[in-house]
């Protein structure tokens, strides 16, 4: 896990199935650092963390979110917002359903999805890409196939180091989850979320139809879809100069509201 300690809100950044937290290196940028304390840990079966011994319990979306609001206990985090991309996405919007610590969500390359086959198809392209998602065992093709399609010319050696290490067991068990509507119905939850709420997508993502994302922008309700040209499913990571400039609108919003409120929040963190 990785933190930088600062006095700002806790930033908490969670990385797609079959990568690392090392995806979000471009993210600490100078003006980011000076507004929030960035907090990146590796999911369960990734990176630097050990891999389940209960898969079936640990590797489903609300097992995901349980691990990470135990890390988050034990730094006696209380308040904070997350940016999730791809499968991180979908546990920030888990997250904000279950608990008012958090402020505030980015989400990345994830389209917030009613429950079932209907709702993923709704907002998902389905290709082969796409289903290696859900593929337990990777072949030299397989990797290189799901490193094109997420990261395009972009990613690093550190970045396909993760690739490689995932455990993918996760992979399958997490679709099953996702597609049985483990957790809460993501749709309903962000277009009834009572906090800032950012849908950010490259152009060329090649895994989600852009035109269901369009149909959550509402700025009456601080939600606001944005989309980044020249980039695909790693939008931070392809263009991040327009990504974090997104990221700083994000961090503004939610510092806004949360001065209307000062009175109550007065001591959080």
Not at 77 to 84: A, K, P
Not at 188 to 197: I, K, M, S, T
Not at 233 to 242: C, D, K, N, T, V
Request: charged share 25%; hydrophobic share 40%.
């Amino acid at each position: 896990m990785s933190d930088t300690e600062g006095k700002g809100l806790p930033l908490l950044l969670l990385h797609g199935s079959s990568t690392s937290r090392h995806v979000f290196a471009r993210q600490y940028h100078p003006s980011l650092l000076e507004k929030a304390r960035i907090l990146a840990l590796d999911l369960p079966g990734h990176g630097e963390s050990d891999d389940a011994r209960d898969t079936d319990r640990v590797y489903t979306l609300t097992g995901l979110v349980d691990a990470v609001e135990e890390v988050l206990a034990n730094l006696g985090i209380r308040r904070l917002v997350v940016l999730g991309w791809s499968l991180g996405g979908h546990l920030a919007i888990e997250m904000m359903a279950r608990s008012h610590s958090v402020e505030g969500i980015l989400i990345a390359g994830t389209p917030p999805v009613a429950p079932g086959l209907i709702g993923m198809l709704r907002g998902f392209h389905p290709s082969f890409d796409l289903m290696l998602a859900s593929k337990p065992h990777w072949s030299e093709r397989d990797v290189d196939r799901f490193e094109g399609a997420c990261f395009g010319h972009a990613a690093t050696p550190d970045i396909r180091k993760g690739i490689v290490r995932a455990d993918g067991r996760l992979r399958a068990v997490v679709s099953r989850s996702l597609m049985h509507g483990d957790g809460h119905n993501q749709r309903r939850v962000v277009l009834e979320a009572g906090v800032p709420v950012f849908l950010v997508n490259g152009a060329d993502d090649p895994f989600i139809r852009q035109s269901y994302m369009a149909g959550f922008e509402d700025h009456a309700r601080d939600r606001h879809v944005e989309v980044i040209e020249g980039a695909g499913h790693a939008s931070f990571l392809e263009r991040p100069e327009p990504f974090n400039a997104i990221l700083e609108r994000f961090l503004d919003a939610v510092a806004a509201r949360r001065a209307m409120r000062a009175p109550r929040v007065a001591s959080s963190f």
